[in-house]
């Protein structure tokens, strides 16, 4: 049995949020979204991250963050959440260049700027880092190396992952009612699958008679297993099953709560299988969990899901969730109805954890304790002790 960590007030109260917002989300990287969805020039993401608009744009084929408000007023740049536009103020038309420096003012003498005024209106700079199709940005004016949140292994799978996606994206994001841990937390929790999710993801699963998930074999991988770099990239993988790692350290790195894993899913073909270029891992349900608020992984290589939990309350969190598949053969147009079907499939998981992760959210509002946990609870632990560490022990 492992002692809970985390006390209800941490999911529920306005000051445990304040102050994760600032010593958690306003110093980590955050996932901003995926190059394909910036591939061409102008293309832009917009996000609010902790309160904070960011936006992050293509200009002239370099990805570039800002704080997504005009020098002049503050204004947003870009209004939409994501689209084709140049970097143009649509209050009063300013325009910015690739630095977030002033490009031009239209009517520039009714402001009687002089020069020194229009060198010092430039956009906030936000630190920017691509890991393969993965945009990361830092909102701290000092970000810390992004090798100290992701392990050499887990950026080595979003790398080697990124090299069969294919080019377009199902993207939504909606508001669900509970604490973005329960969220993390839950994807953490494979255990939980085959009680909530009994006729959609459970019996894609492969269990052991004692209840985990069995391994998935690496043979069949082109990610984990296909030639020599594979496997010595894959060395540390952690197959989905139970009593794995225990998490015990005292002196917990950050980059040890983000961690990845393969369990047995049996291979049937699906109706779009034909039209894939490539399925990078058959056989497998590959999870890759990315502290502090992301989810990613595959359904056989053949189709990804990416899911991030944005706090914007201590009961609320804006959901964001991405779905495509890997490369398809060449030739082939664009699948809207494929991505759709993908995307109403992962929904309704979503929504069947939804619905629990809910009543949760509600019945700690009242709770003087967490309860017991099980030794293969050891990662949600972990989880925590670091969260308490950074957040302090004055917040207990």
């Given amino acids: 049995m492992i002692k809970p960590v985390l006390p209800p007030a941490c ?107 229009k060198d010092e209106a430039r956009l906030q700079r936000f630190a920017l880092e691509v890991i393969g199709n993965f945009v990361f940005v830092n909102l701290s004016q000092d970000p810390l190396p992004i090798t100290e949140q992701f392990s050499p292994q887990i950026r080595d799978v979003m790398t080697r992952s990124s090299v069969h996606f294919a080019a ?30 009994p006729q959609t993801l459970a019996p894609l699963l492969n269990y052991t008679q004692e209840g985990t998930i069995a391994r998935a074999q690496k043979e069949t991988s082109l990610l984990f297993g296909g030639d020599e770099g594979a496997r010595a990239a ?49 056989g497998a349900f590959f999870a890759c969990n990315l502290f502090p608020n992301v989810n990613f992984g595959s359904i056989h290589g053949e189709h990804f899901y990416l899911q991030q939990y944005v706090p914007i309350a201590p009961g609320r969190i804006e959901y964001h969730s991405w779905v495509f598949t890997s490369r398809l053969k060449e030739h082939l147009p664009v699948q809207p109805h494929l991505l759709w079907g993908i995307h109403h499939a992962e929904k309704r998981v979503i929504d069947e954890d939804t619905v629990l992760l809910t009543e949760l959210q ?6 003087e304790a967490v309860g017991v946990m099980g030794d293969h609870e050891a990662p949600l632990a972990a989880m925590g002790r670091w969260y308490m560490k950074a957040l302090g022990e004055c917040m207990q």
């Avoid at 197959?239 to 049937?268: C, H, K, N, T, W």
């Avoid at 509600?362 to 709770?367: E, G, I, T």
């Fill in 234 to 282: 894959s060395a540390d993988v952690k197959d989905v099953v139970g009593g794995e790692d225990p998490f015990v350290s005292a002196d917990l790195r950050l980059d040890q709560i983000s961690f990845f894993g393969r369990s047995s899913m049996p291979y049937a073909p699906r109706w779009f299988s034909p039209l894939l270029a490539s399925p990078c891992d058959m």
């Fill in 11 to 117: 999911y529920t109260e306005q000051s445990w949020f304040d102050r994760e917002q600032r010593e958690i989300f306003g110093k980590l990287w955050l996932l901003a979204g995926l190059t394909q969805q910036l591939a061409v020039d102008d293309s832009f993401i917009t996000r609010n991250f902790s309160g904070t608009p960011v936006l992050v744009q293509n200009i002239k084929g370099e990805l570039r963050a800002f704080r997504n408000a005009c020098a002049h007023r503050g204004m947003p740049i870009q209004t939409a959440a994501h689209g084709v536009r140049k970097m143009v103020c649509p209050y009063h038309g300013w325009g910015y260049r690739q630095d977030g420096a002033l490009r031009g003012i239209p009517n520039a003498g009714v402001y009687g700027l002089c020069k020194a005024d």
């Fill in 362 to 367: 509600k019945a700690l509002k009242s709770a």
């Fill in 168 to 197: 377009d994206v199902s993207y939504a994001h909606f508001v669900n009612e509970y604490n973005w841990k329960l969220n993390f937390e839950n994807i953490l929790d494979w255990n939980h699958a085959q009680f909530v999710h």
